[in-house]
């Protein structure tokens, strides 16, 4: 019996409309988006994009494990030889709750735990660059 092997996609949504898009790292996401609201729509966009056939190759194990609306980031599971094509499809996401988005893949990680364990530490680097960007402001 040959065991099911994944791959698990951290991403991040960016707003390109919102005023600090060029000035921090992270906008915060509307806190009404759900890991199951994000998998709904992933499955309507590659159903729109690749048809019948994306969905069926992806449909069994597509799943959002994980989204944090206070960093906007996320990890999406997916087998591992269909992971480009939703990847693909997270890049055609256009629109959240009425907001246009950009998404982007940070990185591709056979287990899960080294994309929680990139996700920590691309937030803790977040976290020193707006330190950085605090101490460097002169108050007035």
């Known amino acids: 019996m040959v065991r099911f092997k994944s791959r698990y996609l951290l991403f991040e949504v960016l707003y390109p409309q919102e005023k600090q898009f060029h ?7 509307d806190g009404s988006i759900t890991t ?22 992806v449909a069994s194990s597509l799943s959002v494990k994980y989204f944090s609306p206070s960093t906007s980031t996320g990890i999406l599971r997916v087998s591992r030889q269909h992971f480009r094509l939703a990847w693909a499809a997270l890049c055609f996401l256009r629109e959240l709750n009425g907001k246009p988005v950009v998404i982007r893949v ?14 920590i530490d691309r937030n803790a680097t977040e976290v020193r660059q707006l330190s950085s960007l605090d101490d460097a402001i002169p108050t007035v």
């Open 36 to 57: 199951s609201g994000l998998s709904k729509l992933l499955r309507n966009t590659i159903a729109e994009n690749f048809g019948d056939v994306g969905i069926g190759k």
């Open 106 to 119: 940070v990185r591709v990680s056979g287990t899960i735990k080294k994309a929680e364990l990139a996700a």
């Open 23 to 29: 000035e921090y790292p992270t906008v915060p996401s």
